[in-house]
């Protein structure tokens, strides 16, 4: 997706008018029998400022500056003001949006990355991640891998180029946080487990400290007692939403027990024997997919994997990304510093 902001409602072309729509995800994006797929927002359109792309600024703006790095694949920096010399730990970040909607530099990800990159005094590098159906899984997972790759390299030879100056000079290769919202989150396990099938020496210098997966996408095909019983509250996740961002997200003919969307079931390798960082996972009590968060959290404990659970109280599915809540609801702006606050003391611990 391009990083040009989301229009609302336009007038509809005449080359639109002659096609036909043949899926759609309502207020989200339409595709046509021509397999073209437009995502022009359709809903509320108070909405939309949360998807306008912030541009890059190189002077400081409330102790952050932000720089776009093009390349394979393009990366986004995040980068607080720090003592000379300091250097900080490394936030790799996967957006949300069922694998088929949103854009790394759209507002809702800015207002929450650039708080964590200047409380918790890390440089957050955020992945533009391609998007389904027209690039369905595992095509996020290899570009992820790819981002990682990138780094492996700027962190052996530095080359003159902006990417390697501002990382090199600025951050501790050895200590990498793999964060990521909603699909996002489920990026962070997949993308983990298949980075950790390689041996430490591979990723040297890099090493992998921690996952922070919050409120992943982790379900089954059968619906979950939360599934059933809560009420969406918001636009941005329902579950007509789930069901369709991932029957176009996951590779064709996947269902729900997919092991990117259930690492926990039977289909996925075994916890076991999987090799994994220290995970803090973030499960929303209203989100409604709650109970399958709960689930993987407890498989992963069963499995022995060192894993935190945050649970956020009274509030739902990526509540932190809403910037006008976190600003204006006092229990949503609480709840957010206290994830803020729970990431910058896990990052210490590890």
């Known amino acids: 997706m391009s990083t040009a902001a989301v229009s609302a409602q336009p007038t509809v072309s005449a080359e639109l008018k002659t096609k036909k729509v043949v899926d759609e995800v309502s207020g989200w994006l339409r595709i046509f029998d021509d397999g073209s797929v437009d995502r022009t927002w359709t809903g509320p359109p108070e909405a939309l400022p949360l998807m306008e792309p912030v541009p890059p600024y190189s002077i400081p703006q409330d102790g952050i500056t932000l720089h776009d790095l093009p390349g394979s694949p393009n990366l ?14 490394i936030f790799f970040h996967f957006q949300g949006g069922g694998f088929c909607i949103s854009h790394h530099s759209w507002l809702m990800y800015h207002q929450f990355y650039a708080r964590i990159a200047r409380e918790v005094q890390a440089a957050v590098v955020s992945v533009e991640l391609p998007l389904a159906p027209e690039n369905r899984l595992p095509a996020a997972i290899d570009t992820s891998i790819a981002a990682l790759l990138r780094l492996r390299s700027i962190a052996r030879s530095p080359v003159d180029d902006p990417a390697s100056k501002l990382l090199s000079d600025n951050v501790d290769f050895s200590r990498i ?59 941005f996740f329902t ?31 075994p916890l076991e024997k999987v090799r994994l960082p220290p995970f803090l996972v973030g499960v929303a009590e209203l989100d409604l997919i709650h109970d399958t968060n709960l689930e993987y959290c407890e498989a992963m404990k ?27 609801d006092p229990t949503t702006g609480e709840r957010t510093r206290e994830l803020v606050a729970a990431i910058k003391d896990f990052v210490e611990r590890h």
Do not use: Q
């Open 302 to 328: 069963k499995a022995g994997k060192e894993v935190e659970v945050l649970i956020n109280r009274g509030v739902s599915h990526s509540f932190y990304l809403n910037k006008f809540a976190v600003d204006m």
């Open 177 to 235: 946080f793999l964060i990521g919202d909603s699909s996002g989150a489920n990026l962070v396990h997949v993308v983990a487990a298949k980075a950790l099938e390689e041996t430490d020496e591979f990723w040297a210098p890099l090493k992998l400290a921690g996952g922070i997966p919050l409120h992943p996408g982790f379900v089954r095909s059968t619906r979950s007692r939360s599934e059933l019983e809560l009420k969406a509250d918001s636009v």
């Open 76 to 89: 986004r920096l995040y980068l607080p003001e720090s003592d000379a010399g300091k250097k900080l730990p």
């Open 239 to 269: 579950l007509d939403m789930l069901d369709k961002f991932l029957a176009l997200g996951l590779p064709v003919g996947a269902t729900k027990d997919h092991p990117y969307t259930c690492p926990m079931g039977e289909a996925a390798p």
